[in-house]
């Protein structure tokens, strides 16, 4: 029966062939926003969700990509001091501070409305 099916799909089977080989592609690009979607989970807890913060916490939104990462870096070295944001960001490889970054770059076009 699934042989007969093949059969009569030829072009649906090399569709689905041209597919499965153009996957490897679309992994490799996908973790990056996999994972700065995954830590944005993370932080919505405090920031808010997609880093829109309403209260004391600040708002992830706002801040360009450039400030972001360096905010990210230097509680990471300590050279910036938080409550919380110390133990958090050193939690985070470098892999994920670009991810998180990178996710959050893109709420910014958000915050010019
Ligand atoms: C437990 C609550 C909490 C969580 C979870 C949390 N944050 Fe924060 N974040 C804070 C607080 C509070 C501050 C202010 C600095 C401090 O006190 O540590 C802050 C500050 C920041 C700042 C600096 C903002 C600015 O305007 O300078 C960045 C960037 C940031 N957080 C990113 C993140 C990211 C990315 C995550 C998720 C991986 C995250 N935070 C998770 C509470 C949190």
Known sequence: MRRALVLHHTQQLFILLAGLLA???????APIPARGAAWAQACAACH????QSQGAIPALDRLSPEDF???????????????VMNQ??????????????????????????
């Open 48 to 51: 808010g969700p997609d880093g």
């Open 69 to 83: 990462r360096a905010a990210m870096q230097a509680f990471r070295t300590e050279e910036r001091q938080g409550t």
């Open 23 to 29: 996957a490897p592609a679309l992994v490799s690009a």
């Open 88 to 113: 958090i960001a050193k939690g985070l490889s470098e892999t994920d501070v670009e991810a998180v970054t990178t996710y959050f770059a893109t709420m910014q076009p958000r915050r010019q409305q």
